[in-house]
Each structure stands twice: as C-alpha cells, then as structure tokens.
C-alpha cells in the first residue's frame, strides 16, 4: 500500500468535515464560546467498559475513503495499546487502521462527524499553520498532551477532568476551534506529527471532545469531532456509546 493511499485515508476526516462546512456555508473565523461548548458537555462522569460482544475482530480493510463498518467488536492495536469496542448499528463508517497511528469512525449527524482513536508521542509543530516548521516535543503524558492542546492558536478549551475510558484512568476537555487568520494553505490547524501519515489537524468552527489515556503502549488520543452543522450532542451520545463498550490495556 503506498503512502500516498494512507495519507489519503487518515487525512480524509479534516478534508471532508472541511468540506462538509463549507458546503453549508458555515465555515468561519470565530468558534463557539465556551457557554456553547458546555452545552455539549452533558456529563464528563466515568465511561464505564463492557465486555459483551463476543470474540474482537480487526476492522475491515480500507479503501481510498470510508469504508461500512457492520455492528460487532472489533480489537485494533495500531496506536500501541490494546483497543477494544463494539458498534450496535450499521450507520458508522470506518478509515484505514494504520500501523503506529490508529483508526477512525465516521457517522453523519446532520454533517459528516468523526471519531478518531490515535497514537500521541510528544511531536508536535511549533507553528499550526505551517507544518514544515520545525517541530518540538513535549513530554508524551496524558497530562501535558492536554495542557499543550489548550495553549494552541485557534483552540479555546475547557479545563479537562478526570475519568476513566476502557477501564483507564483518562482525561477529557471539551474544546472550540476557530481557524487563526495565517491557516490559509491548507485552512487546518496542524497539531502532532504522527508516523506515515504525517498529521492530526482540526479544522475551522468545531466542536470537539478530547480524551488521553496514559496506555502502556504510549498515550492514546481519543477525538470526537464535529463542525458547526452538525448536531453534536447526539453524535457525543452516540461516541459515549461506543466509549461505554470500550477497553484499553
């Protein structure tokens, strides 16, 4: 498989939220304040982990986009650690399972929403909106991926707090995004640098969920993202549903 085809493949969830908001027109400068934000955050209690569902499998192999992921429990180990999780419907879409990297789930809700379960070693770009700077890195703990997440120039975060996610003390912060002036080429605001496939970027007038979990295979990010469109309170209930079946180890 070329990188060309991987790249594809992971950074298809920026381009085509991307997309999706500039479809509605809904694209722009500013994000949600973080009343807004709170309103998404319905609860940040404990997710509790379930083992129903029988024998895991690998997701299914991907194509050069989205590919059906059918109800079952499903095992990837593509971020470091051991991930388990169950779908109960057919309405999620699933992207490449990419070695040192991790995987995506895609529904619609209103607007293309994603789920993105990846790999965090502390690169990071010292400028988001130019990913040929020089990177820097950071320690690779739950805890500083967070408190440098909310430093980031077009983020406006909550404080994160304590949970727990597949059976692992976790973090999760609720956050905005709004795309700085400079991010023009391509309009995302580039985060951490991951292995083959380059990149984890936002992009313009989202709303996103953040969960890290110190695994014994590195940090694991789990993101929840959805652009201004979409309805992110039911697509943040439908992720709680997945979290709820979930095992990290």
Do not use: K
Not at 186 to 208: C, N, Q, R, Y
Request: net charge negative; hydrophobic share 45%.
């Amino acid at each position: 498989m070329s990188v060309r085809r991987l790249v594809v493949s992971l950074l298809l969830v920026g381009a085509l939220l991307s997309a999706c908001a500039a479809d509605e027109g809904t694209a722009s400068a500013s994000s949600a304040g973080p009343s807004e934000s709170n309103a998404h955050a319905s609860s940040h209690a404990a997710v509790p982990s379930s083992s129903a569902g029988g024998a895991a499998q690998p997701l299914p192999a991907g194509g050069e986009g989205p590919v059906p992921v059918p109800p079952g429990r499903y095992a990837s180990e593509t971020t470091g650690a051991s991930v388990t999780f169950e779908l109960t419907d057919d309405t999620w879409r699933g992207l490449e399972d990419v070695p040192d990297v991790g995987f995506a789930l895609l529904r619609e809700f209103g607007t293309l929403a994603s789920l993105s379960v990846v790999s965090f070693d502390g690169e990071v770009f010292s400028d988001p909106c130019d990913p040929s700077a020089p990177t820097e890195t950071i320690d690779e703990s739950a805890a500083a991926f967070m408190e440098w997440l909310a430093t980031v120039p077009g983020v406006e975060a909550q404080a994160p707090t304590d949970t727990t996610v597949g059976g692992m003390p976790a973090l999760v912060m609720d956050l905005t995004t709004a795309l700085p002036a400079e991010c023009t080429e391509p309009p995302w605001i580039f985060l951490w640098v991951l292995p083959t496939v380059g990149d984890f970027h936002f992009s313009d007038a989202e709303t996103v969920r953040v969960w890290a979990v110190d695994a014994e295979g590195g940090t694991v990010a789990l993101v929840a993202e959805v652009d201004s469109a979409g309805d992110a309170d039911a697509f943040l209930a439908a992720v709680d549903e997945i979290l709820a079946t979930m095992t990290i180890e």
